[in-house]
């Protein structure tokens, strides 16, 4: 029920309750263990003023005549004594001694100007008759729970409504929306093949290091008899040593990881979920389950054993002498001097070049580990953005959503006279921070056909095309298309703008001004991007079996300059206006966003607010309204402002009323989004880890490694800054081709994933995660220069000699 | 006109119980142009001398001076363009860089101290090293004795002002330590190149003009074989 006990105890039969620390707060004092008596009442008003014509409540939609009675809400504030009306109660006569069994917190859904406090108490079932109405609430077992077992509840409620719990069913794969499940089962597949992948590699990389490094040791056993089998055996024992410690090591620093990041992570997670009323304290737990464990040991041990598997078979292969000589494979083939770096005496260049090509197995562990990095950074960041995209498609049902940075609520209201009250009422109150006014016209003016781009035609047949395939198993001819759609109104929707915003608008958008502000020859912006989805376009009522999108990056082909040849339609005076409104330039999201975002299956303009008034004349219903509605977008200063929970109550009980949070469309996709970003950063923090230890590995064994070489350099007279200098290099030539193979494994990798997600939902335009990209290049840049120059300085030079002694022993 | 003089070089390694004397007040001079044989059992401190010498091994005491400078008294880097200007050094186990080609490894002083490459020079190192057929190959494509002269090549390309070689024949057979020797001694002839050589073969320690012994780290004896390039005394 989201409620936080205070002090004492829930309560456990209805002769107990819990109250609000409001009431305490106001200056009652009742304490837990006290008896209360209650009754019960209705709550009305009754005008009383003879001379007054109308008391009007505005955000309880009342208007109190004299001597009238209407009932008011629980939340009606309580009023003083007053001229104007009179409060009532009416007495049902039922009287009831409540235990006050404990104090919670004030509950989110308890208004601040409300009259009423909350009670809970308890609802037993032997009270219970036939005719009482109740709300059940069913916690299922997750592991047993799956889509099967809704068709089961519903065959138990009959005919009552159920309600799932979406954003906690969305995480297991197991909502009633099976373009959200086939998304978390892609993500989880994704982000295990990934790791597997990573870790596979990584693993390989250390087997491959040690390796190299211990082939002499190989060799010499090999020289005393030990078979290639024995040798392979020796890299077998050794990866299950490595598993049995490691193991055991690996699942409970991996738990004690997730436990502290949901340490880290809970104070957080409410607000990053755009769930913070509903999420409270520590409402996630750690939950070990035994199928997990044994899924970590199959799944690592396989990782290991794949792992080994390669080095262990170069090493039953190899011969003793080569090993101990230390040319496996011996090079035969011959390498010219670069006569450009020899020409200019760079010695540095030279040898890291020569490195490079030359011994570039040497240089393999590094550009491994740099790689993996790399690729891992970009496509997880790819992956990432594409399920968002994914998300927001599916979720956003929306066409038009606010910048919820720059505002926090929406409050629209039919175009009346009346409702000048309100907006006043809105603009004056106490902690209201910022107001724009808008009008919004959508379904009540149409264009021709030619209007909407080729582009939009098409994907709309990819719709039809989707439906056919499933009703008739084909796809929707053109000659078919165009019967369908010339049955069709195309609808062109309004947007008017203040006269501060179109400035900007305009601005952004490089539109002339004057042109928009000309009442005489209307003229507006067009949005040029939209969408189009199963989602929105239906067919006979299938259910296809996942969800559609398609992006339409032009909604029309229509030239600025060129005029739309609109028509209004007014209900009041059943007429048929034409209205031709000039484009004077269009928009795209990145140009408006500031403001609002529009993705659409509908065309879209921006116009003046005076043509906006011009259209609302023009397209008036029988009841006064019109099709433009005014909305007033609101900052507030802060939480708890009087007058947002006296405009949500007015939208509650009136239709002509719409008040939302700005960021209502995003719970439920921020919740997704949320994780996915939690389990991407987790995810990319955990594998850059193990590719930094790689790498550092890597690079300290390799620099271990040239030790030798080092002694011998120096002892023809390398200096130190010299052969900094030639690391130099040598990381950056590292870089360069981590770089190129990175492009080489990203750029196929990002094509499969955004052909996989093309083939399950439609044409979703995906960015390039460039800024990603950069990071983990320039990072790797980083990682590789200084862990190279970390290395070289701890290592030991104190004598040359016996460094180059040491590798001939 | 003497190149080297070491004074009063002592090098122990260890400590207290362990302490290992490997070179006990050593002192002596060598002319410019002249050629000298180290000689002496296994552990009686040659090596240590010679690297000592080339100033790739610090002495407990003493000093050792080239052409009047006191190599240990140097700071690292200064030791080093040092050794790359007025030492060249040959090893017994070649100690060649495996990434770079013969010409590479030959030129490889040269570049290093900023120069351009000087191909005709070059070109006749490798012609007198008898390489010219190689210049492309790897050490590891190299036989011990191509090795050996790829690295006399690169002792001698920077003209030093002093030749150490550390028993160059020790890991070769017979034919290619002869050729070896020949081409030391044809440089310390023709270059008028101070060369100072450490052998266990006594038959080379008597091509040289002087012959030094030592044993238990101290010089037991220094006897002028030949006059500087003459015949033998």
């Known amino acids: ?809 | 006109m003497e190149i080297l003089r070491c004074e009063d070089l002592c090098k122990t390694y260890g400590e207290k119980d362990t302490c290992v004397k490997a070179l006990d007040h050593v002192s002596f001079s060598v002319e410019k142009g002249e050629f000298v044989s180290i000689v002496g059992p296994s552990g009686s401190g040659k090596s240590t001398l010679l690297h000592i010498l080339g100033g790739v091994d610090k002495p407990t005491s003493g000093k050792v001076l080239i052409g009047g400078t006191d190599i240990h008294a140097l700071k690292e880097d200064k030791l080093a363009i040092f050794r790359r200007r007025q030492i060249g050094l040959i090893y017994q186990f070649y100690n060649l860089l495996p990434v770079l080609n013969v010409d590479e490894n030959i030129v490889l002083p040269h570049l290093l101290d900023g120069r351009a490459m000087d191909k005709e020079r070059l070109d006749k190192i490798v012609g007198e090293m008898g390489l010219s057929d190689r210049r492309n190959n790897l050490p590891s494509q190299l036989s011990g004795g191509q090795q050996q002269r790829v690295s006399i090549g690169r002792a001698l390309f920077n003209h030093p002002a002093i030749v150490l070689a550390d028993e160059p024949t020790g890991n070769l057979d017979r034919k290619n330590g002869a050729e070896i020797i020949h081409l030391l001694k044809e440089s310390n002839r023709s270059q008028k190149q101070t060369l100072i050589l450490i052998t266990h073969d006594e038959s080379i320690a008597l091509q040289a003009d002087r012959m030094i012994c030592m044993e238990d780290g101290k010089i037991t004896k220094d006897e002028r074989i030949r006059v500087m390039g003459g015949d033998v005394q």
């Open chain 1, 1 to 809: 029920m989201n409620i936080k006990l205070k002090s004492g105890r829930l309560p456990e039969n209805a002769n107990e309750v819990v109250l609000s620390d409001a009431v305490m707060a106001d200056g009652a004092s009742i304490t837990v263990g006290d008896i209360i008596e209650s009754e019960y009442f209705t709550r009305s008003i009754t005008g009383i003023n003879k001379n007054r014509e109308d008391t009007i409540f505005p955000l309880y939609n009342i208007v109190l005549k004299y001597g009238e009675t209407v009932e008011v809400p629980q939340d009606f504030p309580y009023y003083e004594e007053n001229d104007s009306f009179r409060e009532n109660k009416d007495y049902s006569g039922k009287k009831q001694k409540l235990t006050v069994v404990g104090i919670i917190e004030a509950p989110y859904y308890e208004k601040i100007a409300s009259a009423a406090y909350t009670a809970i108490t308890m609802l037993d079932g032997n009270g219970i008759t036939a005719h009482d109405k109740f709300n059940l609430s069913v916690k299922v077992n997750m592991e047993k729970y799956s889509l099967a077992s809704q068709s089961a509840f519903q065959d138990i409620v009959g005919e009552r409504e159920i309600v799932y719990n979406d954003y906690v069913f969305a995480f297991s794969g197991k909502s009633s929306d099976s373009t959200i499940n086939i998304l978390v089962i892609a993500l989880t597949v994704f982000f295990v093949v990934l790791i597997m992948f990573v870790s596979v590699f990584l693993i390989y990389n250390v087997f491959n290091m040690s390796f190299d490094e211990r082939s002499r040791y190989l060799g010499m056993l090999s020289s005393i008899g030990a078979t290639g089998r024995q040798k392979k055996s020796s890299i077998y024992y050794e990866a299950f040593y490595l598993l049995v410690f490691a193991l055991p090591a690996g699942i409970l620093s991996g738990l004690g990881i997730v436990k502290l990041g949901m340490m880290a992570i809970q104070p957080f997670i409410g607000e990053m979920m755009s769930l913070s009323q509903y999420i409270e304290g520590s409402s996630a737990m750690l939950i070990i389950s035994w199928k997990a464990i044994v899924a970590i040991v199959v799944v690592s041990t396989i990782t290991v054993l794949i792992s080994a598997y390669f080095p262990a078979r170069k090493v039953g292969k190899i011969g003793s002498i080569e090993c101990i000589r230390g040319n496996i494979k011996k090079k035969t083939k011959q390498y010219k001097t670069n006569k450009s770096i020899t020409k200019h005496g760079s010695a540095e260049k030279m040898l890291a070049g020569n490195t490079l090509k030359r011994q570039s197995k040497k240089t393999r562990s590094i550009t491994a580990a740099s790689v993996t990095f790399i690729v891992i950074v970009i496509v997880a960041a790819f992956g990432s953005s594409v399920i968002e995209k994914v998300v927001e498609k599916k979720l956003d049902n929306e066409d038009v959503k606010p910048n919820v940075e720059k505002w926090d609520y929406s409050f629209s209201m039919a175009d009346r006279k009346e409702n000048e009250s309100i907006r006043q009422e809105i603009r004056q109150a106490e902690g209201i921070a910022e107001t724009a006014e808008w009008y919004y016209g959508a379904y009540g003016a149409t264009v021709p056909k030619d209007c909407y781009s080729k582009e939009y035609w098409e994907d709309v047949h990819e719709i039809y095309n989707n439906y056919y395939q499933e009703l008739y198993n084909r796809k929707l001819s053109d000659k078919e298309f165009n019967e369908i759609i010339s049955d069709e109104i195309h609808h062109i929707c309004f947007i008017g703008l203040d006269a501060k915003t179109l400035k900007e608008v305009a601005k952004a958008t490089g539109t002339d001004i004057q042109t928009l502000e000309n009442t005489d020859q209307p003229a507006a912006i067009v949005v040029q991007e939209g969408a189009v989805s199963t989602d929105q376009i239906g067919m006979e009522n299938i259910k296809l079996k996942r969800s559609r999108f398609y992006d339409v990056k032009q909604m029309t082909d229509k030239k600025i300059g060129e005029s739309l040849p609109v028509e209004l339609y007014s209900e009041k005076e059943d007429k048929i206006s034409s209205f031709p409104i000039q484009i004077a330039g269009y928009a795209v999201n990145k140009q408006i966003d500031k403001f609002i975002s529009i993705r659409s299956g509908d065309l879209y303009v921006f116009v003046s607010a005076d043509i906006a008034k011009q259209i609302s004349k023009l397209t008036q219903y029988q009841d006064g309204t019109s099709m433009m509605v005014p909305i007033i977008y609101i900052k507030t200063e802060g939480e708890n402002v009087e007058i947002i929970d006296r405009l949500q109550n007015l939208s509650e009980m009136g239709r002509e009323y719409l008040f939302m949070k700005a960021d209502y469309t995003n719970t439920l996709r921020n919740a997704i989004i949320g994780i996915v970003h939690v389990l991407l950063i987790c995810f990319v923090l955990l594998t850059s880890v193990i590719c930094m230890l790689n790498m550092f590995n890597s690079i300290r064994s390799r620099v271990d490694g040239k030790a030798r070489e080092f002694a011998i350099m120096e002892s023809i007279g390398m200096t130190k800054k010299q052969m900094a200098k030639m690391l130099l290099y040598e990381s950056v030539g590292i870089v360069i081709k981590s770089i190129l193979y990175a492009g080489f494994v990203a750029f196929p990798l990002m094509y499969m994933i955004q052909y996989g997600m093309i083939k399950m939902f439609g044409t979703v335009t995906m960015e390039f995660p460039w800024i990603q990209m950069i990071v983990a290049i320039l990072f790797t840049i980083l990682a590789v220069v200084g862990l190279t120059k970390y290395s070289f300085k701890k290592e030991k030079y104190e004598n040359i000699m016996e460094r180059i002694r040491n590798e001939n022993v």
